[in-house]
C-alpha cells in the first residue's frame, strides 16, 4: 500500500479500539481510579482515528469512484460480513432473553421486524460496538455527497460548525443505538480525514516539520484532562445539547491531534512501522467484528466474575482478545479462501 503511514494508523487504531474496550464491564476499578481514568483519556474513543482513516481512503480512491461499484465492494467488504458476525449475538438475544425487555420501543413488533432492528442499531446486543457499521453504511450511501464536497474545496469551511455541532451532541451512553447522531458527531471527523488526502502535498511537510509541535498540543491536552480536567474518557450525555462536564469535548479534540501526530510520526520515522503493525491493520476490520465477542466469552466462561482493575489484569484481557482476533483472521482465511472478506473482514 502507498500510503504506509495511512496504514500504520489504522494499525494503531485497531489497538486503541480493542484495549479500550477491554477496560470495561469485568473489572472494579475501585482501587484504581486514576489508572483507570488515565486509560480512557489514553484509549478511549479510538474510533475517531479510523473514521479518519476512513475519509482519508475515500478521499484518496476518488479518482476511481464510481458509486455502484463503491457501494458493491462495501457491501462484499463491510455489510456482509458484519450481516454474518452479527447471527451469533442475535441468535442469543433472542434465545437466552426477551429481545424488547431493555429496548420497549419495539415490545409490539414482531420476531422479523426486532431482528431488523437489532441489524439497523448495531450495538443492542453482545457485540455492543458493532453499532458501528449501520452509521458508517450512512457515510457509504453518502459518498456523492462527499465526492461533491471534493470537487468543491469551499465546503470544507463546513468543518466549522459540523465540529461545533460534534461538541454540542456528543455521544449517547452506552448501549450506541442513535445512528444518525453517531453519524452527525463522527461526521467533521470524516472530511477531516478527507482534507487531509486532498491536500497532503500541503498537509505532510507540515507534519514532519512541526512534530514537536503537534506532540505538545497532544501532551497538553492529555495533561488537561488528566490532570485538571474531572470528566474522563468519552463525553456522553444522555440527550444532545446539554453541557454538564463543559462546552469543550478534550477527547475529541486529543484524537484528531494524535490522527495527524501519528501521521507525522510514520512519515518522519517509517521503520516505526513493521510486519506485526501492517497485518493488524490489514485484519483491523476481522479485529473489530470479533474482538467484543471474546470478551464476552471470557465473562462466561469465569463465570461473570468481577476481577479487580489493575494494568496487569487490563493487558491480558486486551492481548488475550487481540491474540484470538488473529487467530481468527488466519484460521478464516485458511479456511474460506477467496471468500473470508465477505464472511469475516479479511
Not at 461533491?148 to 448501549?175: G, K, M
Not at 494524535?258 to 479485529?287: D, E, H, Q, V, W
Not at 488475550?320 to 473470508?340: D, E, N, P, R, Y
Request: glycine residues 6%.
Amino acid at each position: 500500500m502507498q500510503l504506509s503511514h495511512i496504514h500504520s494508523l489504522r494499525g494503531v487504531a485497531i489497538i486503541f479500539i480493542v484495549f479500550g474496550h477491554a477496560l470495561f464491564f469485568q473489572f472494579d476499578w475501585d482501587n484504581n481510579t486514576e489508572t483507570l481514568n488515565t486509560l480512557k483519556d489514553i484509549l478511549t474513543n479510538g474510533t475517531i482515528m479510523f473514521v479518519f482513516v476512513a475519509g482519508y481512503l475515500f478521499q484518496y480512491k476518488l479518482e476511481k469512484f464510481h458509486w455502484g461499484e463503491y457501494i458493491k465492494n462495501k457491501f462484499y467488504n463491510v455489510i456482509s460480513p458484519y450481516i454474518i458476525v452479527s447471527l451469533p449475538a442475535i441468535i442469543y438475544t433472542f434465545w437466552f432473553s426477551n429481545p424488547s425487555q431493555p429496548f420497549p420501543q419495539i415490545a409490539e413488533w414482531n420476531s422479523s421486524m426486532q431482528v431488523l432492528w437489532y441489524y439497523m442499531v448495531g450495538g443492542a446486543h453482545v457485540n455492543y460496538s458493532l453499532w458501528f457499521i449501520p452509521m458508517i453504511i450512512l457515510f457509504f450511501i453518502g459518498a456523492p455527497l462527499f465526492a461533491w464536497i471534493s470537487r468543491n474545496p469551499v465546503s470544507y469551511l463546513t468543518l466549522i460548525p459540523l465540529y461545533i455541532l460534534s461538541f454540542a451532541i456528543h455521544r449517547e451512553p452506552f448501549p450506541n443505538l442513535d445512528i444518525l447522531r453517531n453519524a452527525l458527531f463522527f461526521l467533521p471527523i470524516y472530511m477531516t480525514g478527507m482534507l487531509a488526502c486532498q491536500y497532503r502535498a500541503t498537509f505532510d511537510p507540515l507534519l514532519t516539520r512541526h512534530l514537536g509541535v503537534i506532540f505538545a498540543l497532544f501532551a497538553g491536552i492529555l495533561i488537561i484532562q488528566i490532570g485538571i480536567n474531572s470528566h474522563h474518557g468519552v463525553y456522553h450525555t444522555t440527550v444532545p445539547f446539554i453541557f454538564p462536564r463543559g462546552y469543550i469535548d478534550w477527547l475529541l479534540l486529543q484524537k484528531i491531534i494524535l490522527c495527524f501526530l501519528i501521521m507525522g510520526l510514520f512519515m518522519k520515522y517509517p521503520n516505526l512501522s513493521n510486519r506485526t503493525l501492517n497485518y493488524l491493520a490489514s485484519i483491523s476490520f476481522t479485529i473489530f467484528f470479533f474482538h467484543v465477542y471474546f470478551y464476552f466469552s471470557f465473562n462466561v466462561l469465569l463465570g461473570y466474575q468481577t476481577f479487580e482493575g489493575t494494568l496487569g489484569n487490563w493487558f491480558l484481557r486486551g492481548s488475550a482478545s487481540l491474540f484470538l482476533c488473529v487467530l481468527t483472521a488466519w484460521a478464516g482465511k485458511k479456511i474460506l479462501g477467496k471468500h473470508s472478506r465477505a464472511v469475516i473482514g479479511y
